[in-house]
Nanobody
Framework: QVQLVESGGGLVQAGGSVRLSCAASARTLNSYVLGWFRQAPGKEREFVAAIMWSGNLTYYADSVEGRFTISRDNAKNTMYLQMNSLKPEDTAVYYC?????????????????WGQGTQVTVSS
């Protein structure tokens, strides 16, 4: 069982930056992939970025590549999503999720554990 708690969302102007955090309760995350997803009103939840905890391999959705950076802190069992150059279309509830695997996947079905989500609103 892994518990995930997101924080760091809020209201930001277009062009601004926000950093999200996801604290994980697992004793070790070395066998996990952690990811960020987002869901805008009326839309399906979509993949944003993921990181393989062991090895630090990362993968991004095309829509955020070059603007968002995913990272992790081993000592704190915490994952981050640094979001720069934000656009109104980035407005969504952002969720962190994890899967016990060494393979990064982009489908929500591949992730077993989910956080409660944190709202990010980008004003134009």
């Amino acid at each position: 069982q892994v518990q995930l708690v997101e924080s760091g969302g809020g209201l930001v102007q277009a062009g601004g930056s926000v950093r999200l955090s996801c604290a994980a309760s697992a004793r070790t995350l070395n066998s996990y992939v952690l990811g960020w997803f987002r869901q805008a009103p009326g839309k399906e939840r979509e993949f944003v970025a993921a990181i393989m905890w062991s090895g630090n391999l990362t993968y991004y959705a095309d829509s955020v590549e070059g603007r968002f950076t995913i990272s992790r802190d081993n000592a704190k069992n915490t994952m981050y999503l640094q979001m720069n150059s934000l656009k109104p279309e980035d407005t969504a509830v952002y969720y962190c999720a994890c899967r016990w695997s060494s393979v990064i996947v982009t489908s929500t079905l591949g992730y077993r554990y989910w956080g409660q989500g944190t709202q990010v609103t980008v004003s134009s």
